[in-house]
Nanobody
């Protein structure tokens, strides 16, 4: 069974930065697309960013210019560098990986507040 484990969330002040990580278990697993969604309280889960196995990236408009997704295929890990954080970025961030089906991590809380 494939597991994805996020880490790096926490409390940060507006304007600050966080780096999220998502590590996949199973050294023989090679995902295709991987990426991040987030879900704020009372809202639907929304797409944030994704990266293909070849490194092609896609961002939602709210993430462009502030967030950077990257990938280390040797470590089966993706990252989300988040800069210039705003209170509206507060959410649980979930990573995913696509094989035949989509696997999800358990989520990591990001809170942006002064």
């Amino acid at each position: 069974q494939v597991q994805l484990v996020e880490s790096g969330g926490g409390l940060v002040q507006p304007g600050g930065s966080l780096r999220l990580s998502c590590a996949a278990s199973g050294s023989f697993i090679r995902f295709g697309d991987m990426g991040w969604y987030r879900q704020a309280p009372g809202k639907q889960r929304e797409f944030v960013a994704r990266i293909t196995s070849g490194g092609i990236t896609l961002y939602t408009d709210t993430a462009k210019g502030r967030f950077t997704i990257s990938r280390d295929n040797a470590k089966n890990t993706i990252y989300l560098q988040m800069n210039s954080l705003k209170p509206e970025d507060t959410a649980v961030y979930y990573c995913y990986g696509d094989l035949i089906s989509r696997s999800w991590g358990q989520g990591t809380q990001v809170t942006v507040s002064s």
